[in-house]
């Protein structure tokens, strides 16, 4: 009877965690493991469920199933590359390389191996350590998790035809409205590429803003693969002018951002947004693309709200249709002094949108204490210039904050070298806020 009982419970589990039910799944295994607590399939999928939670006990379960699976019959290329890249996708990234090492030491083959060890080296052009005066330590860098390169991220457009609530262009009413010119940002791209040509960077053409609403923005385009460096363009799509010659300018990757087909949350999470509209859209980009043979990687960003969650597969289909990337995520509060001032609010009852994000800023400090060591530095300092429209710098892509002097001016791309920049933001007081609140971009080291 136990081991009928058994087999009905892994069986139940299995089909729980394709259905991406992971509690449910979780209970299962657990049930199954008191009944035989040496079954390595049910130690594995219980380790993998643990690890994708970023509960690191599930790395013990894991190699527990590798010595009790005396029949090989868990495929430990398969396995070990699951490990990896759940590990990654969590930012653990020192545990993936340990993972790394693990398949390296037993000489485990499998083809993403080569690509998954570069995402865990650190890149030639950074040093590993570094003193930041503003938090008075010596802080450990990584490779980092957005990008595998440098990244400039220039907002060619000061403003948005949204207003979405999670977006400073929403909920910043002192935010500046402007285009970057033709000139100005060919300007700035000369510098880019002169001042170090090593580092071969990423050039995102957004930050806040939609970049569509630029005339010159497939001029930009060209102007980039002229200089041998790849584009990254992030749309709302609910603009259909531009669509055609961007594409015949061909990026190198498109990202369209949506969080529900349902107008009426679409049209709350992307206030004064049409998703109607945005859905005609996917179709003309498809079609230009297609037209213009366009190389361009483009994706569907879904933002992931506790009510837009059950259309993960809806969105998926969607992006199929047309040959497009599917990328989930969590929607966050930007930018970091919006979701700094709830934090500093804990009385005030959540916003109705609020309530809907899976990780409200209030929490986040307390979710990740017991996964961040405090030593990891920020790589929206260490790996990503962001420059507004007017030519000036802002401390990073994650404020609306600006680098400025002594007296208070404003610091421009043009006029400081990359090393001043990078020490001005160092500097910076309000960096050692949000690290302090565990709202900056880091890996989790324990």
Request: proline share 4%; glycine share 4%; aromatic share 8%.
């Amino acid at each position: 009877m136990a081991a009928h009982n058994l087999t009905q419970l892994l069986s139940e589990a299995a089909d729980r965690y394709r259905q991406n039910l992971t509690e449910k799944a979780e209970e299962l295994y657990i049930a199954a493991l008191r009944i035989n607590p040496k079954q390595a399939d049910a130690l594995f999928n219980l380790g993998t469920l643990l690890l994708r939670k970023s509960d690191l006990k599930g790395d013990q379960f894991v190699k527990d199933s590798f010595d009790l699976d005396l029949n090989n019959d868990i495929d430990r290329n398969k396995a070990v590359e699951l490990v990896i890249q759940i590990h990654l996708s969590n930012s653990h990234k020192k545990q993936a390389q340990a993972w790394i090492s693990y398949a390296e030491l037993h000489k485990l083959d499998f083809p993403a191996l080569y690509s998954l060890k570069k995402k865990v080296e650190l890149p030639e052009y950074l040093n590993q350590f570094v003193y930041s005066s503003g938090q008075n330590k010596t802080l450990e860098r990584y490779h980092p998790i957005e990008a595998s390169t440098y990244v400039y991220a220039i907002d060619v457009v000061s403003g948005c035809n949204l207003r979405c609530p999670t977006c400073p262009v929403g909920n910043q009413s002192e935010m500046t409205k402007g285009l970057m010119s033709p000139q100005l940002f060919s300007k700035i791209l000369k510098k880019i590429c002169l001042e170090k040509p090593t580092l071969n960077p990423d050039i995102w053409l957004f930050n806040w803003s939609e970049p569509l609403l630029n005339p010159s923005l497939p001029d930009f385009i060209r102007e980039i693969r002229n200089a041998n460096l790849s584009s990254f363009i992030s749309s709302n799509l609910n603009l259909t002018d531009r669509i055609d010659s961007v594409m015949r300018a061909s990026p190198d990757k498109f990202k369209v951002s949506i969080s529900s087909l349902k107008q009426e949350i679409y049209g709350v999470t992307h206030e004064r947004g049409d998703i109607g509209a945005v859905i005609k859209n996917l179709e003309e980009l498809a079609l230009a693309r297609d037209r213009h043979k366009a190389s361009t990687e483009i994706w569907v960003g879904h933002h992931l709200y506790k009510n837009t969650v059950d259309e993960m597969e809806q969105i998926r289909v969607l992006a199929d249709r047309y040959g497009f990337g599917y990328r989930p995520s969590y929607a966050i509060m930007a930018p970091i002094e919006k979701a700094y001032s709830l934090i500093n609010n804990p009385n005030t009852p959540p916003s109705e949108l609020e309530s809907q994000l899976f990780f409200h800023p209030k929490d986040i400090g307390g979710n990740l204490n017991s996964r961040r060591s405090g030593n990891m530095d920020c790589e929206l300092r260490f790996n990503m210039t962001a420059i507004n429209y007017d030519g000036s710098v802002s401390l990073c892509c994650g404020t609306t904050k600006t680098l400025s002097d002594q007296n208070n001016q404003k610091i421009y791309f043009l006029e400081n070298s990359i090393q001043t920049l990078e020490d001005l933001k160092y500097k910076h007081s309000f960096c050692s806020v949000c690290m302090k609140n565990n709202l900056h971009l880091t890996i989790q080291d324990l």
